[in-house]
């Protein structure tokens, strides 16, 4: 079983703020990231998918299919974009990392079977860097 990874890139701002907590709850747990004019993020996206090495091609993916995948349902959703107000699944959603990769992981499933039809390959991990320090990850 082979993991292929491909990295992609995207920026995007966002204000962590809930409306379920009070003004101060959501500034005593987001700080600096709870700013009422936002901030913003050079994402490092990574998305590894898993499977055999098929012997026509010597591939364990279409790279290019998988890049176009991403493109069309992530990056162009996703770039220059204001995750709160522009963005419909953070619509009840606070625009964490967490909540990203989960995001990116349904708009991804959502799609996937009708791009790769076949049992393989198989999403296999999302990872999305917001910082040098704060990296999230699904291992799917």
């Not at 998918?49 to 299919?65: F, Y």
Request: charged share 30%; with cysteine; aromatic share 6%.
């Amino acid at each position: 079983m082979i993991r292929l990874t491909r990295r992609y890139r995207f920026s995007a701002s966002h204000r962590l703020h809930s409306p379920r907590l009070s003004d101060e709850e959501n500034r005593a747990i987001y700080g600096k990231c709870n700013n009422q004019h936002g901030h913003g993020h050079n994402y490092v996206l990574e998305v590894s998918v898993r499977g055999p090495v098929e012997p026509e091609t010597g591939r364990a993916a279409d790279i290019a299919a998988l890049d176009s995948l991403v493109h069309r349902e992530i990056i162009s959703a996703f770039d220059h974009r204001n995750l709160n107000a522009d963005v419909p699944d953070f619509a009840d959603a606070v625009p964490t990392t967490e909540n990203l990769v989960a995001a990116i992981e349904r708009r991804l499933r959502r799609v996937w079977s009708t791009v790769f039809p076949g049992e393989w390959p198989e999403l296999d991990r999302i990872r999305v860097q917001e910082t040098r320090r704060n990296t999230i990850e699904a291992r799917l």
